[in-house]
């Protein structure tokens, strides 16, 4: 079993940056792939980035490529989505989520965290 509690979440003129953090209760957090999502109002939940277990690979929606990064640290149990350039069409509420498949769906993953939200003002 895995908890996952994000945090950093907050409002930011376009332009700015943000760094996400995504706290995991249980041994097991550094064996899943790690994910994160977000969901504006109105829409579906969309993947944004995805790392796997040792943090040697990343993937990432082309509509962050480049401006966002996701990272961990399984010592501390630990996730992170930095995410600079920020536009007004990052505004949604960002969850970290974590499974032993993972990939670019919510299907590849086991563990959700309750969200942080995100607003970027124009």
């Known amino acids: 079993q895995v908890q996952l509690v994000e945090s950093g979440g907050g409002l930011v003129q376009a332009g700015g940056s943000l760094r996400l953090s995504c706290a995991a209760s249980?041994?097991?957090?550094?064996?899943?792939?790690m994910g994160w999502f977000r969901q504006a109002p109105g829409k579906e939940r969309e993947f944004v980035a995805t790392i796997n277990w040792s943090g040697t690979r990343t993937y990432y929606a082309d509509s962050v490529k480049g401006r966002f990064t996701i990272s961990r640290d399984n010592a501390k149990n630990m996730g992170y989505l930095q995410m600079n350039s920020l536009k007004p069409d990052d505004t949604g509420v960002y969850y970290c989520?974590?499974?032993?498949?993972?990939?670019?769906?919510?299907?590849?993953?086991?563990?959700w965290g309750q969200g942080t939200q995100v607003t970027v003002s124009s």
């Open positions: 989520a974590a499974g032993q498949y993972g990939g670019r769906t919510s299907s590849g993953y086991d563990y």
């Open positions: 249980g041994r097991t957090f550094s064996s899943y792939a």
